[in-house]
């Protein structure tokens, strides 16, 4: 399912309206499935903690989600119930997205065949651009996004969003980039029995249907995405051939 970004940016400044403090909000499945597990939506916060609303579709789950977020956020009713209301939205657009609330400003470096910042591409990051144009032919380009975490310690981590646009420029998938290894690790490793591997590998399986792509070809492209976006602190890779966009 694609969709529009507009849409997704709509219910965003809705949460950001009522929580000035949200920094990433994310729709995903939380928990081991050999036990209980949750659909979600985290509202990451700036300074690192997370408030977690229950996705279920049942009123008195709902209403008991609403009333335990208005109480941890010291929101009124009515903002807890709009949050939880965009919350529901980006779940049904995306039930496996991560969107940034408050992006970090960088300048553009895009990414395409001829090279980046006037240079031409390594021969093993070459490698890697046209292995993403192969696997991914259903889409344009990769486009990234940023955010900063704070910690108990003082220290600010960013974390890097992967949103995959078609060539519709609709949206497809959103990807967090922060569990990359552990994804990578359980497509490449599936009989484990480590907690939580599970879980992983149906989130690789649906991240790479909204790819257009095999389970099996993930790791090779999640490889190919942390080298551009996090290595080489690309902000856009351009897979077909045309003028860039730059938000």
Known sequence: MSYERSAVQRELDIIRRHVPRAALVATDLVGDLSERALDMCAIHLTKGSVVRLEMAN??????RTIDRFRK???????????????????YKL?????????????????????????????????????????????????????????????RTKRRIVIH??????????????????TH????????????????????????AKQLGTDPNDLPEILHAASLFFVTLQATEVQLVAGKPKVH
């Not at 929101?75 to 529901?88: G, I, L, M």
């Not at 609330?101 to 093993?124: E, K, M, N, W």
């Not at 995959?164 to 990359?180: G, N």
């Not at 990578?184 to 991240?207: G, H, T, Y």
Request: charged residues 20%.
């Open 72 to 90: 941890a956020m010291n929101v009124t009713p009515e903002a807890a119930k709009a949050v939880y209301d965009a919350s529901r939205t980006l």
């Open 164 to 181: 995959a646009l078609t060539h519709d420029d609709h949206e497809v998938a959103a990807i967090d980039t922060a569990a990359f290894s």
């Open 184 to 207: 990578i690790r359980d497509v490449l490793m599936p009989d484990r029995e480590e907690k939580f591997s599970q879980a992983n590998l149906v989130r690789a399986s649906v991240w």
């Open 94 to 154: 995306n039930d496996r997205g991560a969107w940034c609330v408050s992006a970090i400003q960088q300048p553009p470096r895009i990414v395409t065949s001829q090279g980046v910042d006037g240079h031409a591409l390594h021969p093993y990051a070459e490698d890697c651009f046209l292995g993403l144009q192969e696997l991914l032919p259903n889409i344009l380009r990769l486009h990234a996004e940023s955010f900063a975490v704070g910690h108990a310690d003082g």
């Open 58 to 63: 049942r009123i008195p789950v709902a209403d």
